[in-house]
């Protein structure tokens, strides 16, 4: 919920909350209410830094229907058979109560090994426009290729790519893709593995919220310190592309490509649900 984040903001900017309009020109309460009041493309215009790309805030869109493929994803995404230990899953980092995060600092992966970063949240992977970077580190090009890298990480899964067809055959996987991918089918492919498992990602969106209904023209679906909070994050701390809460680029404190901190903006969609601390990653 993005309550949080706007009550925060509007604390620390408390010394706007003015009940009348100020000599510079900004709104009060009740002109904050009547600018958000009108249809999303009426707002007051956002800060927004020059050549960054953004779309203006909107509600939550219906998910993807579920499909064969996706339910095949759905299993393999909490299969403890892809993992060396076999008590690991994609589900294990990715807490489907934690809006598909986790909330510990840093991740744990087979026989407890710690990896170096906080696991993102899922949530948000059918709605967002096409990213061009996946991981804190964007190493990955497409969802499709990130899918797999956790297989192969020692600090994960820690498992081969070659062993996958053998070890989800041997869970008595086969009939399951042969349901999906054809009855002809003799062998799991690793590529059938990450389709299935790119399909249901697309299909985890954000659960709706009173934001939501906001957007959709619900004025009193925020209270007073909320309302200014999303005007201060829109015009005074806006470091976000406002579309769906999050950069889709590094963030950008050292040009160095070599510097490790360089990292995605995380997401603040849900943020009540991932109950992260404050450290996201480690260095």
Partial sequence: MLRVVFVVLAIMFSTCQAVAHTSSGECDIQCLRLAYAKPTDQWLAPTIDDGVAWAELAPIGTPPMPTPLSELGKRLFFETALSSDEQISCATCHDPRHAFADPRPVSLGVYDRQGTRNSQSLTHLGLDSPQHAFFWDGRAKTLHEQVLMPLTDPNEMDITLDSVPNRLANAGYLPHFRTVFGQQ??????????????????????????????????????SDAELLGLHLFRTKGAVHELSFWASDERWRFSQSQSNPSRAKTPRLWQIRHHRRPCRFWQI
């Fill in 185 to 222: 089918m003799t062998a799991i492919d690793i590529n059938q593995v990450a389709h299935a498992l790119t399909a249901y990602l697309h299909t985890l969106t954000p659960t709706p919220t009173r934001f939501d209904e906001f957007l959709k023209g619900d004025i009193t679906a925020l």
